[in-house]
């Protein structure tokens, strides 16, 4: 834990305690680089482990306002403490976390399992634990970029009109495949027409939350964003390497595709 050095009388601002708590009262993600301090105020000694990454996701523990009127948090970050600028996160909901974790999980495993994956949509793999368990019986497993969005779906009780659960690209819509909660929280992100802007764009200008799905600009291809500086690809897209996998994520500033649309699930 950092070094403390506020006087008997400071008293913080979200627990009224004159020593911060150190239990999590909410998940944010860094929104850029995080410089973490010994106490709030960017004057203070910076703590060893500082900086954090953007993107990174921190347990805030408590908050108190600094000498210039600001409020910094006191935040933890693997297993350890510190203070940082509040402007500098953006609170998580539990769904997008669930959400964000459910497509690591997904990476992971493509990752690990790279050798084991093909090009190929296969229309019986209609769950990760299907796709895990012929990948741990050593069989080979087919993989588009339609697969993640689909497993993505199917993990949040979304299912297409006629009962079936994969995604069918049309050119980059899906509006017309579906009911129900994807009716319903579909949005696009402008009042007309294709949003134009690309995934570096769209996330600069905070028009993206974890878990919209991303389809792109005359093309099939799809992707989900994680909140954390990345989109979950797959299908050849920075994703293969000599016909095999080496895992979904690909940095969204290395995209230059335009969205289309956006599909927004319901948190």
């Known amino acids: 834990m950092a070094s403390l050095k506020a006087s008997s ?29 010994t106490w709030a105020g960017k004057t203070n000694p910076e703590c060893n482990f500082s900086p954090i990454p953007k993107g990174a996701i921190v347990s805030v523990c408590d908050a108190i306002l600094s000498k210039a009127g600001n409020t910094w948090y006191y935040i933890k970050y693997k297993g350890h403490y510190g203070f940082a600028y509040s402007g500098h996160f953006q609170s998580v909901s539990r769904n997008a976390l669930k959400f964000i974790e459910y497509l690591n999980e997904f990476h992971d495993f493509v990752k690990e399992h790279g050798d ?31 697969v993640p969005m689909a497993l993505a779906l199917r993990a949040m009780g979304i299912k297409r009109a006629d009962g079936k659960i994969w995604v069918s690209g049309n050119l980059g819509s899906f509006k017309h495949h579906y009911t129900g909660g994807v009716k319903k929280n579909f949005n696009r992100v402008t009042s007309g027409g ?26 099939t291809h799809t992707a989900c964003y994680t909140g954390r500086g990345y989109t979950m690809f797959d299908g050849g897209h920075n994703s293969m390497k000599d016909g095999k996998h080496t895992g979904i994520k690909a940095d969204y500033e290395n995209y230059p595709h335009k969205i289309s649309e956006i599909l927004r699930w319901k948190e």
């Open 9 to 37: 009388r400071t008293k913080f601002k979200q627990s009224g305690k004159t020593q911060p708590t150190t239990k999590e009262v909410f998940k944010a993600r860094a929104k850029k680089e995080v410089h973490v301090r």
């Open 116 to 146: 084991k994956f093909i090009y190929k949509f296969e229309s019986d793999l209609d769950s990760f634990s299907k796709m895990k368990a012929r990948v741990k019986s050593g069989k080979k497993a087919g993989m588009t970029c339609l």
């Open 194 to 219: 294709a949003i134009g802007l690309t995934p570096k764009q769209a996330i600069d200008r905070n028009l993206l939350k974890p878990g919209d799905m991303l389809a792109f600009k005359d093309k």
